[in-house]
């Protein structure tokens, strides 16, 4: 049983275009983490979303976190070549350890120049 | 400050031998945490240490141990590898534990391969 959902699983676009990625649970979770992963190294964080409802901008990504805190949405606007990587949702369910995090299955994202 | 360090970045093992993941922060976190990442499968918790002294499973924690040697490192031991364990390992470190601070650091990964 996946307890994070990312769709979709993989996405090529060209520069210049826009993409929404997804986040999907049954569960409720305390937060939300957003990373992106680049070949050959670990994760980085993004964001992180707290609040039912909360939206954050970084630059051209747009990321919310659901209402009911079960789903989150990361936006990019205008997508350059430098935004081609491996996005991963994560983050603490409120039914388990606060210390322990789930991860989605990841999206990966090329932009073609 | 070098953040999150993992040695080594390449290794492969023949069936049956053993082998230590080493993983030390420099950022005085707390929390640490192993996970495989296997294509397609996202990042799947192995073991995770709340704080120093302490160690827990997590979703797959067979076939591996763990040492929280002090606060800042925290080894991987794999007793008798199996291809099954042909993955990429990347340790991680946090803050504290706690719903407010669940941002974590990540090393570069080590690259295991088991034949």
């Known amino acids: 049983t996946q307890l994070l959902e990312q769709s979709p699983q993989f996405l090529s676009i060209q520069e210049g275009e826009n993409l929404t990625v997804y986040c999907n649970s049954s569960?409720?979770?305390?937060?939300l983490q957003w990373y992106r992963q680049e070949p050959g190294e670990g994760p980085v964080l993004l964001v992180t979303?707290?609040?039912?409802?909360e939206v954050k901008k970084l630059k051209r990504l747009t990321f919310q976190f659901g209402d009911a805190r079960k789903d989150s949405s990361l936006h990019i606007t205008a997508a350059q070549p430098g935004d081609t990587g491996l996005y991963l949702c994560a983050g603490p369910r409120m039914d388990t350890n606060a210390g322990k995090s789930t991860f989605g299955d990841g999206t990966t994202l090329t932009v073609k120049p | 400050n070098a953040g999150v360090t993992q040695t080594p970045k390449f290794q492969v093992l023949k069936t049956g031998q053993s082998m230590t993941l080493q993983c030390a922060q420099d950022?005085?976190?707390?929390?640490m945490y192993w996970y495989r990442q296997d294509p397609g499968m996202g990042l799947r918790l192995i073991y995770y240490s709340a704080s120093e002294g302490t160690t827990d499973k997590g979703e797959v924690p067979n076939g591996y141990n763990v040492s929280r040697l002090n606060k800042r490192e925290f080894s991987l031991r794999l007793e008798s590898a199996a291809p099954s364990q042909t993955s990429v390992y990347f340790c991680a470190s946090k803050r504290r534990p706690g719903q407010d601070s669940n941002e974590q650091f990540f090393g570069p990964g080590t690259r295991l391969t088991v034949l």
């Open positions: 979303v707290v609040t039912g409802g």
């Open positions: 569960s409720v979770f305390s937060s």
């Open positions: 950022m005085n976190h707390n929390s």
